[in-house]
């Protein structure tokens, strides 16, 4: 059975740090496109970040650029979400979400999702 779980959300203070993972069981993750989306209340899913199958190419929301990147560890079959500067427009629910297709930030062309986790920056 395909799985993604997401981990290590939380409080966090404005300009703090927080690394997301998202470990996948069932399947390797390397032979995906995984991409990252996140949903605040009252708002659409936003993609976030996302990283093709090789993990050469990668690409962010212009509000992510500079301040999150999107590593991942094939032995752990775990892609995580670095966040960096964080603000509080970042306080969200975030996911990770695999696809079959090319890669991209739009939520509709990822057929696997986890169950999110919360992020909150706050001071």
């Known amino acids: 059975q395909l799985q993604l779980v997401e981990s290590g959300g939380g409080l966090v203070q404005p300009g703090g740090s927080l690394r997301l993972s998202c470990a996948a069981s069932?399947?390797?993750?390397?032979?995906?496109?995984i991409g990252w989306f996140r949903q605040a209340p009252g708002k659409e899913r936003e993609g976030v970040s996302s990283?093709?199958?090789?993990?050469?190419?990668?690409n962010y929301a212009d509000s992510v650029k500079g301040r999150f990147t999107i590593p991942r560890d094939n032995a752990k079959n775990t892609v995580y979400l670095q966040m960096n500067s964080l603000k509080p427009e970042d306080t969200a629910i975030y996911y990770c979400?695999?696809?079959?297709?090319?890669?991209?930030?739009?939520?509709?062309?990822?057929?696997?999702w986890g169950q999110g986790t919360q992020v909150t920056v706050s001071s």
């Open positions: 979400a695999a696809s079959v297709g090319l890669l991209t930030l739009q939520s509709r062309y990822y057929e696997y």
């Open positions: 990283i093709e199958r090789s993990g050469a190419i990668t």
């Open positions: 069932g399947f390797t993750l390397n032979s995906y496109v």
